[in-house]
């Protein structure tokens, strides 16, 4: 794999007071799809918030190609290259699937760029491209996933950072997403995956880290995670 | 006959500056969630720059306009940095007495420079002036103006909100500010800039309506209240609703001078009873009431 794209060092993050990340510390390579995964409140939005610069990291560096940016406000983060697909998705509900798309390369000023990055992601989603002209509020859930995603790739990102993409979807189209997800990697595509679908999404990463409240208890591939006794008891129960 | 088309066309091209009053209240509404309660304030700077200005240089009022915006627009931007911005932070009710705060406070600070009498407007070419349209229709040239100005104005808000990238990240703001944040949209400046299109709208709105309208630093409540039922009957937020609802409102001002004309040409006693003229911004409250009641959502919807 390439050279360091991300890397936390010893972050701490707290909700008034309260320490909700201990010392998480984390590196990302280039090209590399990297997976975290933890229960239910481990704590796995709130790392990916605070890399984003939502949430104020209290102790520690984030680092991207070697510059610190865990002072920056979220929309110099996102300039920088690092896109953020949140769990709750937030689209924009009543303006149409392409709107929400083109609002995704936001940070992108040359029309070729765009117009390129608009045709990936209607191959990559052809039915995207047939609702193109729905509000994106009319779409299914699975489709307003893919609308999420899609807006996320539109500016070219550095890093694709996505929480539980396949949340609250029937098991078909979780599938579906988390192929999308394979052929992202196969294309090049750095990505930091945050699941809860632990089997699938372990297996399609190159590594993964395990999340327990709040700190960082395992590391590995994915193939050493899920052999693991840790892991196991921790999400297998067995 | 004649006076009740004359009536209807007079309520119209009123109806097109009222538009242009409410459009800032409703755009910094549907991108923040806040009500303004100093809007009409700033409608009343912009009447005071634009007779000021004319007064000062000389030259015609409607030339004034640019002066009135870029006053208006500073003015939008000064406020949401050194106040809006940390009185959002609180819960809404801080926010309610903020933009009333504020409200008090323009109008005592326009007391305390221009003084309490009324001032108006007594040169300009459209000053006096008037078209027949024929059919007995006799307009004011500078309502004339005013309306086919405040169209103007108001496309010009429009097709920067809808054409222009800005435009698009703004609405986005409004729609979702943390999901714009997410997309790289600098939202704190976008709602800067909502206050600036706010303001300066506002201030335009106010260098038109100079030309036939005194002004004091009282005169600001008027519009706010103006202002507050068109947003309320256009829907919250809604930029095309604010239009049509701007149109509705000019028309039940002006009906009831018709009313009145009506009752004192044909001596109908009891029409005389109630001149209507003197409550016509009651009627106004009359329909807002009406179509909370039937569709609370207004005319065109709540933003989403
Ligand atoms: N805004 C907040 N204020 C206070 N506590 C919060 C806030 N957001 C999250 N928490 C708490 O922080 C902990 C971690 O939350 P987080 O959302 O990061 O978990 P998660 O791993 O993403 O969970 P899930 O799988 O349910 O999405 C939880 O205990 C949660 O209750
Ligand atoms: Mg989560």
Redesign the pocket.
């Known amino acids: 794999m390439g050279e360091n794209i991300l890397q936390l060092e010893a972050i701490k993050v707290r909700?008034?007071g309260?320490p909700?990340l201990h010392d998480i510390s984390l590196h990302v390579d280039s090209g590399e799809t990297v997976c975290v995964v933890?229960?239910?409140?481990?704590?796995?939005?709130?790392?990916l918030?605070a890399i984003m610069g939502t949430q104020r990291v209290f102790e520690g560096r984030v680092v991207f190609q070697g510059e610190e940016i865990q002072r920056l406000r979220t929309e110099a983060v996102v300039s920088k290259g690092i896109i953020y697909v949140p769990?709750e998705k937030m689209l924009f509900q009543p303006i149409s699937v392409e709107e929400n798309l083109r609002l995704g390369a936001y940070v992108l000023h040359d029309r070729g760029t765009i117009e390129k990055n608009l045709r990936f992601v209607y191959t990559l989603f052809p039915r995207l491209q047939e609702r193109r002209f729905q509000a994106a509020s009319t779409l299914s859930g699975g489709e307003q996933q893919m609308v999420a995603i899609g807006r996320g790739l539109m500016s070219n990102p550095t890093i694709l950072m996505l929480?539980?993409p396949s949340l609250g979807l029937a098991p078909i189209l979780v599938d579906e997403v988390l192929d999308t997800v394979r052929r992202l990697k196969a294309e090049g595509m750095t990505i930091l995956l945050?699941e809860?679908n632990v089997r699938e999404a372990l297996d399609l990463a190159d590594r993964g880290y395990v999340?327990q409240t709040?700190k960082i208890v395992a590391e590995g591939t994915g193939q050493e995670l899920l052999k693991s006794d840790m892991f196991r008891s921790a999400f297998l129960g067995i | 006959m004649d006076i009740l088309v004359s009536s209807l066309f007079a309520g119209l091209l009123i109806g097109m500056v009222l538009a242009l009053v409410a459009l800032g209240l409703t755009i910094i509404f549907g991108v923040m969630d806040i009500v303004n309660f100093a809007h009409g304030e700033f409608l009343m700077i912009g009447m005071y720059t634009g007779l000021l200005t004319a007064q000062a240089t000389g030259v015609d009022p409607l030339f004034t306009l640019p002066v009135a915006g870029a006053v208006g627009f500073a003015l939008g931007i000064i406020c949401y940095y050194g106040f809006i911005k940390f009185v959002m932070r609180g819960p809404m009710v801080a926010q309610l007495l903020g933009t009333f705060g504020l409200m008090l406070f323009l109008r005592n600070l326009a007391l305390l420079i221009f003084g309490s009498e009324d001032r108006s407007l007594h040169h300009g070419v459209l000053v006096g002036k008037s078209f027949e349209l024929g059919m007995g229709i006799i307009i004011p040239a500078t309502k004339l103006a005013a309306a086919g100005l405040s169209v103007a104005a108001f496309v010009a808000v429009w097709l920067l909100m809808n054409r222009t990238k800005v435009g698009k990240a703004l609405t986005a703001t409004a729609l979702n500010p943390q999901g714009a944040r997410y997309m790289g949209i600098p939202t704190e400046r976008m709602n800067a800039l909502a206050w600036g299109i706010g303001g300066g709208s506002a201030t335009i709105a106010g260098a038109l309506i100079v030309n036939f309208w005194s002004v004091n630093p009282f005169v600001g409540l008027l519009f706010t209240m103006i202002a507050f039922a068109i947003v309320a009957l256009g829907g919250f937020g809604s930029v095309p609703g604010a239009f049509f609802a701007g149109l509705v409102v000019g028309l039940i001002t002006e009906i009831p001078g018709f009313w009145d004309f009506m009752s004192y040409t044909f001596e109908f006693e009891w029409m005389m009873d109630v001149p209507m003229t003197s409550f016509k911004y009651m009627w106004v409250y009359v329909a807002y009431f009406v179509i909370m009641v039937f569709r609370p959502r207004g005319l065109f919807g709540w933003k989403q």
């Open positions: 909700y008034s309260l909700v933890g229960s239910n409140g481990a704590g796995k939005s709130t790392l918030r769990e929480d539980e945050v809860q999340l709040g």
